[in-house]
């Protein structure tokens, strides 16, 4: 943990200074083309007014006020996205205690700090499944005030009582009547017109995505992180109204049963997938729902519990049993041929050591080239936007450069030492 802190701090220090996005011209001694999966040889990128411009063989000139960038010792990918992060928070011993005594405004703060490096990291957008702080995280960075990367934000993820993302689970008597019980405003649902309600102020909060919790989770304060906790019907009001807005639903699920309701319910893609067997990745295919299954979340939970106090006790258990799980799973899916998309639920672990994700992929089986494809552009697919994912004319200029072949040794990835997003550099390396 301190190593990895240090990592951070250091990632942080060579953020290079803010700067506005003015035309340029990338030489590239490799090219990851994510259409394919293929790596190229030596390719020229024209970046103009935050756009990719042209992307040709070869080594070209940096012409009229364009800038030279010469990245020839490096190769180029498309920005990472990760679709699991919540950029609102990080797991500690201290979590569970720090809501009591914490603000939203200290969350914020804190968030500022995890947006930089995850950047740095070569992730410039991400999907937030999960917190208020992503919303407004969003716009600060939106509007140029914060540097990080592009969010897709969820707001308050959608749960139903004692559900995983019940925000007064754990509390007291005392606190739970001064409250009282939460409702579709806060994102707790009891029936068919709870969910549309929800989805509607999810809208109003101004969020970009939905996300629900099909099933218990392992750090909420609960007993069960695997049993279902919606009705299909109720899933279904949620796929339906959100589809009025444009949106597209998330479910967090790791037990079978929950997972079935919520893909049968028409939700975009599962989050974790723990349980999932050969007939919930059948009807996965057979529906065109993806699979993120969030590796990281599930090795760092596990290797926690091994550590007396860290979990309270009722999370001990979940954390070491469905933590170990996950890897296996996403071998298994990729094998079956469910379709897999990046993702970490960084906020478990610490923000910016994300691309740890793809060393867990190709360790599970994943072919490298597959999860390089899985964090760009299958993750636009997932997004449901087709601006991003690919380094091609017209296409945002969100490009992202490391020493070395990443298909060769997928560790490379770790070495990100050059980030453009929107055509603005926000590191690059040391001359
Ligand atoms: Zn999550």
């Known amino acids: 943990m301190r190593t ?95 809501g009591f005594r914490l603000d939203p405004v200290d969350y914020a703060y804190r968030s500022v700090g995890y947006a930089e490096k995850t950047l740095a990291a070569g992730f410039t957008s991400v999907r937030d499944l999960g917190g208020e702080v992503a919303l407004h995280l969003r716009d600060a960075i939106n509007q140029g005030l914060v540097r990080g990367p592009r969010i897709f934000a969820a707001g308050k993820s959608i749960a139903t009582t004692g559900g995983h993302a019940d925000p007064t689970n754990g509390w007291n008597d005392a606190l739970s009547h001064l409250v009282g019980p939460p409702g579709p405003t806060d994102g707790v649902v009891n029936s068919v017109d709870d969910a549309r309600q929800a989805v509607r102020q999810r809208y109003k909060d101004g969020s970009d995505v939905i996300k629900i919790t099909a099933t218990g989770g392992v750090l909420s304060y609960a007993a069960s992180g695997d049993a279902p906790q919606f009705t299909v019907d109720e899933v279904k009001a949620i796929v339906d109204t959100a589809k009025d807005y444009g949106y597209r639903v998330a479910a967090h699920a790791h037990g079978k049963e929950g997972m079935t309701r919520a893909i049968l319910g028409g939700v975009t893609s599962i989050e974790h997938g723990t349980y999932m067997d050969e007939e919930v990745m059948r009807l996965m295919k057979a529906r065109g729902t993806w699979y993120v299954p969030t590796i990281y979340a599930g090795r760092f939970v596990a290797e926690k519990a091994k550590i007396d106090g860290y979990f309270p006790d009722v999370v001990r258990p979940k954390a070491a049993r469905i933590g170990a799980l996950i890897q296996d799973t996403a071998g298994k899916a990729y094998r079956n041929g469910v379709k897999i998309a990046f993702g970490t639920d960084m906020g478990v672990g610490p923000h910016g050591d994300n691309a740890r994700e793809f060393l867990y992929m190709v360790e599970a ?22 601006d991003q994912g690919v380094l091609a004319p017209g296409k945002r200029a969100d490009i992202v450069a490391l020493p070395g072949d990443p298909l060769a040794d997928i560790g490379n990835v770790l070495k ?3 980030v453009m997003k929107d055509g603005v550099v926000h590191r690059e390396p040391a001359r």
Do not use: N
């Open 4 to 98: 990895r802190l240090a990592l951070a701090a250091a990632l942080l220090a060579v953020l290079a200074p803010a700067a506005s996005a003015g035309d340029a011209v990338l030489t590239c001694g490799r090219l990851f083309d994510s259409r394919s999966g293929a790596l190229l040889g030596p390719h020229t990128v024209v970046v103009r007014a935050g756009r990719i411009a042209e992307v040709v063989p070869g080594r070209g000139a940096a012409a009229g006020d364009a800038r030279a960038i010469d990245l020839s010792d490096r190769t180029c990918l498309p920005g990472f996205t990760d679709l699991h992060v919540h950029m609102g928070s990080q797991s500690s011993p201290q979590s569970y205690s720090e």
């Open 365 to 386: 089986g994943i072919p490298a080239a597959q999860a390089l494809q899985a964090a760009t552009i299958r993750a636009a697919e997932v997004l449901g936007v087709d």
């Open 416 to 418: 990100v030492d050059f």
